[in-house]
């Protein structure tokens, strides 16, 4: 409604998020609890869908931001080139922008503690959290001009802002928010192609549980830890050091192992590996 009585491509890009967020997040609520199922054919569950979901998001994210910048530099463009423009119609923008405001940031806090509660281990908290954030920026952002354009009065040198200021406040949304989206991007590439995890003192944790759970009679050379969506894989490179090596030893220590971890990780496989 306030797009339509105001026609301002930066509170297109503001609905258009917050339709998004509203949408996804539903879809979310459907996929995540199927992700962790096993079934006969994903005997593992289907965790490579959370880092699949981030990247659609992210890219789709992306493209809105380039999209809306575009249409509302054109619109720029014909006012400084050809003299042609309207005067921005604020009407109801600051209300709505406030009450926005408070519900997106408070929303990006409970997605973050959410995910903090399981150590940042899921990518579709991570890129929900990302996507408020963006939301929230972008509400911020046009209500702190929209109050600036309403007690700017008409004849000074800074007339333009009332006929270009959509533009301005859409590039600077699009300059603070874009960064959010690339790095959910990032991130979630990484998972699905399998890269190792980066997490330098998740790792160093899992170094120090895997170093006293080790099997007797091997010496560990090095720990890679992956992570896909939810699920963790701990693949420990060990060598033998005595003359033999139980098969029961090695099962106990990867359950224990495993155990030990879950403590922090929600979802986690340890494998040995003899290179």
Known sequence: VVVLMTGLQAMFLDTAFTVISVVSG??????????VRATKRFPYGMFALEPIYAICKAIFTISLLAFSLLEAGSAAFEYFVYGRGEHMSLGPVLVYELVVLVLCFSLWAYYRAENHEINNASSLLQAEASSTLVDGLISA???????????????T???FLHYTGDFFITLII???AVKEPFEVLRDAFVELV?????????NAYVMSQALDHKPEETDLEK????????????DMYIAGTGEQITVSNMISCKRELEKALK???P???VNFVFD
């Open 26 to 35: 539903i879809v979310d609520v459907y996929r995540s609890s199927g992700s």
């Open 141 to 155: 952002g046009i209500g702190a001009i929209a109050l600036f354009l309403l007690v700017l009065p008409s004849g």
């Open 157 to 159: 040198p800074l007339d």
């Open 174 to 176: 699009v300059l603070f």
């Open 194 to 202: 399998g890269g190792v995890h980066s997490d330098d003192s998740l």
């Open 223 to 234: 720990v890679l830890v992956f992570k896909q969506g939810m699920k963790y894989r701990v």
């Open 263 to 265: 403590k922090r990780l």
């Open 267 to 269: 979802v986690v496989d």
